[in-house]
């Protein structure tokens, strides 16, 4: 069932998705050679509890890993695609790509956004495809109008991505958001046909993220149970808005 929030609701959801938006903006400038995930974890961890916030990700329970997962952030390198967990061993070096994706809880409503961000000075193709993977969820966002439907989402995504020669990651998808961090409907960046197109209403609130690989569509969980990589081993970006559909249009909850 699809839950559409009142207003008093949604602006809950805005201070918890400004407080996202916060922390990873701050992440994103501490990225740099010669940190490790690990160090963007302690910073995340620090600012959630100054803020009085619930990490989203943290206890987690993902039937597929068996387990919960134990970070605040998914930190992704190169060719992970999502999931990635921060460890002091994995140092980041220039021509790296790192995903960073994290979530909170403020007074029991959920905010989820995502950023990929290079590390020196990386080629070509990648800052072709940091680029395309963000222009891809502006283009979506755009959509997420009273009246439309969820493959004019979905459509935009696929369409601007595969048109400028990457794949579009199958396995992971958006998803609704609000009291829960997953909610319905499921958001994928392609137009699968077997799902519903349900029309969206003022009240819906869509966690937005394209996936998308420079090679190959294909993934691949690790031997840890959490990483997910592109099976050819290209590179990865992951961007995310949480995005509210309102009579005046997109309401994005985690940017100002």
Request: a negative charge; one cysteine or more.
């Amino acid at each position: 069932m699809i839950v559409r929030k009142t207003r008093a609701e949604l602006e809950k959801m805005r201070r918890s998705g400004l407080l996202v938006h916060k922390i990873l903006q701050t992440l994103g400038k501490l990225v740099q050679e010669g940190i490790s995930t690990w160090d963007l974890e302690v910073a995340a961890v620090r600012m959630m509890d100054d803020a009085g916030a619930k990490p989203a990700f943290k206890n987690y329970y993902v039937a597929a890993a068996g387990e919960r997962y134990r970070f605040v952030l998914c930190t992704s390198v190169n060719d992970e695609i999502v999931h990635g967990m921060p460890n002091p061993k994995r140092i980041l070096k220039s021509g790296d790509l790192v995903s960073i994706d994290t979530g909170v809880s403020l007074e029991g409503y959920f905010g989820d956004s995502a950023l990929t961000v290079p590390v020196g000075e990386v080629s070509d193709q990648v800052k072709k495809l940091l680029k395309v993977t963000e222009e891809s969820l502006e283009l979506a966002i755009d959509k997420v109008r009273d009246g439309n439907r969820l493959f004019d989402i979905c459509g935009t995504v696929q369409e601007h991505v595969e048109s400028n020669g990457f794949s579009i990651v199958r396995e992971y998808v958006g998803h609704g958001i609000g009291t829960q961090l997953h909610e319905e409907p499921q958001v994928p960046n392609y137009v699968d046909r077997r799902n519903e197109n349900p029309r969206l209403r003022e009240g819906m609130v869509l966690a937005i993220e394209p996936m998308v690989n420079a090679g190959r569509p294909e993934a691949k969980v690790l031997k840890d149970k959490w990483t997910a990589v592109a099976k050819d081993g290209s590179y990865s970006a992951h961007f995310e808005h949480c995005v509210a559909v309102t009579a005046d249009g997109p309401w994005v909850l985690t940017r100002p």
